[in-house]
Every structure is written in structure tokens, then in C-alpha cells.
């Protein structure tokens, strides 16, 4: 049975940008460790030649007309950004130090 | 009876027979929201202004003599992750409060189009994830039945609101049981929709392939003429198959008698709670007296569903997740950041609540390489043994009953210190959700204590007016509405 080890937390906590302390990563350990636990009964069910269902519509590749269309202004749109705006651009932190 | 006690169906007999006005309806609601929601918590935002402002436009239609739909002027609550034009929408999340919508919802949309009139935003479990509103950045919300107890959730602020006469009618959605889980706890019918029924352009995405959205009312009724408003294909929504949208109120008058009920085994777990399933039998002896058949039935992976559902929810919701970057949205880190990781790092560990961390790294290990085979690929093969169990019970049945939850309404508090307890709630709504098909929760009667029960009526895919014809018959020869009523 799969345990989440505390380093294996800092590993997840960076994949998904996210920090914790030394406390906040002991009891993620221990509940990621339950819950996975819970759910790998899955693996008691017999599936082989079963197909998997990714999305129940059964639709494939539902195509639109190459139309423009406004649905907000784009001031509109970078105006939800906390960040200051720029010649239309979204200032970001730098990527490099 | 108070005006904000009404039914849509009432509202509007009263609207167009011009008893009373839409802003007469609307200042009875929001008097009432403001003598009982500080104890019940399930407003966010209260939209005061916005609400008078649409009422008043109505009353002025209707002055003109000119035609009114079933929801025209009648006041409403939406579920915080239903995007609205110029209306704060924070998916009771601290990592998007304060941002501001520039366009709404398609069913926002379709129900401006009728008229609505919007008093405001409803509490929910951060981002949906969860079955008591505790989750929420904005703190539970309560059941009107017993303040000490939650409203169950992630729909707890809509089915509070309207189980509390705030407001006449709601919109939820329903991913794992989020709708029908308040539902069962503030005693009033909800309707968890198939899954591509009503589209999801601009409602807020927890689970990609298991999010509905659904009507939330005080009759079963009342909820048909939601779903006749908001129910039908999207452009905006690929996920919205094009298929007819049926007249749901002629249907669900049409007798029940001869139709068969399956009674689902598996259902009836160890530990269920007594009264619960006292409630589903007497049901079930109610279909009976209504003239249909009962046929007990099977569905043999039913145990499996919780943990499909927990497989394949985190992995989807961590996906989800992926976009709230403090970039485009949301207020961003509180303090200034040295560079690009570190203000993402910052802006999410600041931003998510512990529920959604959670998630989000349970979903991030299932998908990763490695592990994405033996849980997320598995969970969806599993998914399709699932989905066959049902196929096969609707060859020998129209539609099924089974109770909703394990136990009645908890006490705030009582379960939020493990998180697989919180999970367990959801045993018995999951199922449904990851075949993808239309399950209604009605109310069938409260317990020793005055809580209320409720169960759930389960059809097959896009046959909504099956569950709501056979809900529509149940509610009609029980008087649910008229014999209990919530303390508050």
C-alpha cells in the first residue's frame, strides 16, 4: 500500500506550486497516505479488456465555425488582473533572477 | 403565508393576476435574508441594488401588459461559482475574492433572458470540494433545521437559502452529490441533471467530467421550470450534446401507474442510519400505493464508486487548478514576490484552502508518471463497470430509489479533523455522478430529532422528466411541505 513519505510531499508541493511547513507537510503525508490508501481497493476489480470511460457524452471533436467573436473587451478582460498592465500586457514577475 | 414563502408557480399566478408586485416579492426576500442570515451564513453577497433595479424593470413589463414567462421577477440565488457580469464571484475561495466577472453564465444568460431578479451569491465548499460548506473561505452554512448542524454541501448556501424562504429558487451544481446532499439536509428537492444536459460555459470548474448544474426549489415542480429554462445544447459548452429539451411540466404529470421502481441493494450499506432507511422504505410502500412496481435490483460495483469518484475527482480538479496563478485573476500573493515561481508558489499556498491542497496533490500524484496507470486510468476502467451496472438495472426498471447520505445532518465541526470522514458522506451520491445520470432528491419526512430525510430518484441518461414525473407524484401524495417545516 502506497505511503506518502514527507519527502515525497515536498516533491508534490513543488509540482504543484505550493509551500508548506514542517507541520503542514507531516499531516499532508499522513492523509494523502489515507486516502490513497482507500481509494487502491480499486485494484481488487478485475479489468482487463475493459475499455476506460473519460467523458460520458460519448461526443468526439465537436467543431465550430472559424468565427471571431467578442464575447468581453479586452480591457474588460485585463482588468481582473492584479497586476499592473502594460501596453495591453500583463507585468509579470521575471521568469529568470 | 408571507410572500417570500411562495413557489415559483405561486409567484407567478400572483405576478400576472397583479395580487402583488416583483419588487413586492423581492423586498420580502431580502427583509427576511436580513433577519436570518447572519445565523444561517448562506449569502456571500447580498446584490440589494441589482435586485430592486431587475424588479422594478418586471413590475414595469408587466404594467405595460406585456407577457410574462414562469421565472419572470422572481427572486433567486446563484451558487458562488456561477460567473456574473459585474458581481464579485469567488467560488468561496480567498485565492479569487475580489474578482469580478466581465461576462456571465450561460444560464445566468438564459435566466436574465426570462427576467430573473438576483438577490445574491451563495456559500459553497472552496472551489465545490466538499459535502459541508465548511471548505468555504466565508465560513458553513447552516441548516435552517438545526443551526447547529451544516446544510450539507458543496450547495449548502442555495439549498439553505431557499429552504429558509431567503429566496423562491436556486441554482447549485452537482459534481459528487452537491446538490442532493442539501438537498436532503434542508429538506427540499434539488435535481443533480445527466451530465452535458445543461451547459457549464461560465460556471466555475471543479471536475471536468462530473460537474452539472442543477435547479434547486421548493417543489418538484418549481424545479421542472428551471430546467426548462436552463436545460438544452451550448455552443459555448462542447460537452452539450444536441438533444431535445422535452415540455418537462406536461411529462411530469402524466401517471406514474404501471411504471417500475428498482430498489437497489448495495445501497443499503452498513451503518446506514435507521430512521434513513426507515424513510426509504415507506417510500418505496408510497410507489407502491401509487400503483408501480417495485423490483429489487443490483448494481455489484457500487462499493468501488466512492473511490472512482476519489481518483478521478482530485486528478481532474488538480488540472482545474492548474489556472488560478495569481496572474490573470484573483488578488494575487499578500506580499511582493522575488520572481515568477516564487509569486505562484506565494499566490496558490496563500490562496488555497486545505481541502484543495489536498486534492490538488492527490491528483497531481495519481496523474504522475509512474502512478497515472494504476489510479486515474484504472479508476476510469472501473468507471465503465459502473456505468455498465446501471445500463443493465434501466433494462428491468424505470428508475431507482436509494437514500442519500450514510447519516443525517452533522454538527459543524464534527467531521472536519479527517478528511476521508467528509469523503464518506458522499457514498452513496458518487455513483450516479460517474455514470453521468439524472438523480432528483426529494424530501420524504424528518426524524425523531425534526431533521429532514430525503432520497433520491435515479434515471437513466437525459430522461430528467422520468425523475421528475415520479418525484413530481411522490411530493404530491406526501404533503412533505405542508406537514414540517424548519425551526428558523
Known amino acids: 500500500m502506497a505511503k506518502i513519505s514527507e519527502d515525497e510531499v515536498k516533491h508534490l508541493a513543488k509540482l504543484c506550486r505550493l509551500q508548506f511547513d514542517d507541520n503542514e507537510i507531516k499531516k499532508f503525508s499522513r492523509e494523502l497516505t489515507s486516502i490513497l490508501g482507500y481509494v487502491s ?29 467578442e464575447v468581453c473587451k479586452r480591457d474588460e478582460l485585463l482588468a481582473t488582473s492584479p497586476l499592473e498592465i502594460s501596453r495591453d500586457q500583463i507585468k509579470v514577475p521575471p521568469v529568470f533572477e | ?52 433595479k431587475q424588479a422594478e424593470e418586471v413590475d414595469k413589463k408587466i404594467a405595460k401588459g406585456e407577457q410574462i414567462s414562469p421565472l419572470t421577477g422572481i427572486p433567486c ?34 435566466l436574465k433572458n426570462e427576467g430573473m431578479v438576483l438577490l445574491g451569491k451563495t456559500n459553497t465548499d472552496e472551489f465545490t470540494c466538499g459535502t459541508s460548506t465548511e471548505s468555504s473561505c466565508f465560513g458553513p452554512t447552516r441548516t435552517p433545521w438545526d443551526l447547529e448542524r451544516v446544510a450539507g454541501g458543496s450547495s449548502g448556501g442555495p ?18 452529490g452537491s446538490i442532493r446532499l442539501p438537498g436532503a439536509y434542508c429538506g427540499i428537492p434539488g435535481l443533480k441533471v445527466s451530465y452535458g444536459r445543461v ?42 450534446p444536441d438533444i431535445e429539451v422535452p415540455d418537462y411540466l406536461s411529462e411530469i404529470e402524466k401517471d406514474v401507474k404501471g411504471m417500475t421502481v428498482g430498489v437497489p441493494k448495495e445501497y443499503f450499506i452498513k ?47 488538480s488540472a482545474n487548478m492548474a489556472r488560478y496563478d495569481g496572474i490573470r485573476f484573483g488578488p494575487g500573493p499578500k506580499e511582493s514576490a522575488d520572481d515568477l515561481m516564487d509569486y505562484y508558489v506565494k499566490a496558490r499556498s496563500q490562496g488555497f484552502g486545505d481541502e484543495l491542497k489536498r486534492r ?45 447520505a450514510p447519516d443525517l445532518p452533522f454538527k459543524v465541526g464534527e467531521k472536519v479533523d479527517d478528511p476521508l470522514k467528509l469523503y464518506l458522506v458522499d457514498v452513496l451520491t458518487t455513483p450516479v455522478s460517474v455514470v453521468g445520470i439524472p438523480s432528483l432528491a426529494v424530501p420524504s419526512g424528518v426524524s425523531k430529532d425534526n431533521l429532514p430525510i430525503g432520497f433520491q430518484i435515479i434515471g437513466p441518461r437525459f430522461k430528467e422528466e422520468r425523475v421528475l414525473q415520479v418525484g413530481n407524484a411522490y411530493e404530491k401524495a406526501i404533503g412533505f411541505r405542508e406537514k414540517y417545516q424548519p425551526t428558523l
Open chain 2, 360 to 404: 490538488i496533490m492527490t491528483g497531481t500524484y495519481a496523474l504522475s508518471s509512474g502512478y497515472y496507470d494504476a489510479y486515474y486510468l484504472k479508476a476510469q476502467k472501473v468507471r465503465s463497470l459502473v456505468i455498465k451496472d446501471y445500463e443493465e438495472a434501466f433494462k428491468e426498471v424505470d428508475v431507482m430509489v436509494a437514500p442519500i
Open chain 1, 41 to 69: 481497493q480499486l485494484e481488487e476489480v478485475d479489468t482487463d479488456g475493459v475499455d476506460p470511460t473519460f467523458q460520458v457524452t460519448g461526443l468526439t471533436n465537436v467543431m465550430r465555425k472559424d468565427e471571431v467573436k
Open chain 2, 77 to 110: 440565488s446563484l451558487k458562488d461559482v456561477f460567473s456574473t457580469k459585474g458581481i464579485e464571484t469567488t467560488a468561496c475561495s480567498n485565492i479569487l475574492k475580489g474578482y469580478v466577472p466581465p461576462a456571465d453564465a450561460s444560464t445566468v444568460k438564459k
Open chain 2, 199 to 240: 451547459s457549464r460555459s461560465g460556471v466555475i470548474s471543479m471536475a471536468s467530467s462530473l460537474d452539472s448544474i442543477g435547479p434547486m426549489g421548493k417543489t418538484v415542480r418549481d424545479c421542472a421550470i428551471i430546467l426548462q429554462t436552463i436545460a438544452g445544447k451550448d455552443v459555448a459548452d462542447s460537452t452539450t
Open chain 2, 159 to 176: 439549498a439553505a437559502s431557499i429552504a429558509s424562504h431567503e429566496c423562491i429558487y436556486g441554482l447549485g451544481t452537482d459534481t459528487g
Open chain 2, 271 to 317: 451503518g446506514l442510519d435507521d430512521e434513513i432507511k426507515q424513510s426509504v422504505d415507506d417510500a418505496v410502500k408510497q410507489f407502491e400505493k401509487l400503483g408501480m412496481k417495485v423490483k429489487e435490483v443490483s448494481l455489484p460495483h457500487t462499493k468501488y464508486a466512492l473511490a472512482v469518484y476519489y481518483v478521478i475527482c482530485p486528478c481532474e480538479v
Open chain 2, 1 to 52: 403565508m408571507n410572500l417570500n414563502e411562495l413557489t415559483i408557480e405561486q409567484c407567478h399566478k400572483g405576478l400576472k393576476e397583479k395580487e402583488f408586485s416583483s419588487v413586492d416579492l423581492t423586498k420580502a426576500c431580502l427583509q427576511r435574508i436580513s433577519d436570518v442570515d447572519e445565523k444561517l451564513n448562506a449569502f456571500v453577497t447580498v446584490t440589494e441594488n441589482v435586485a430592486l
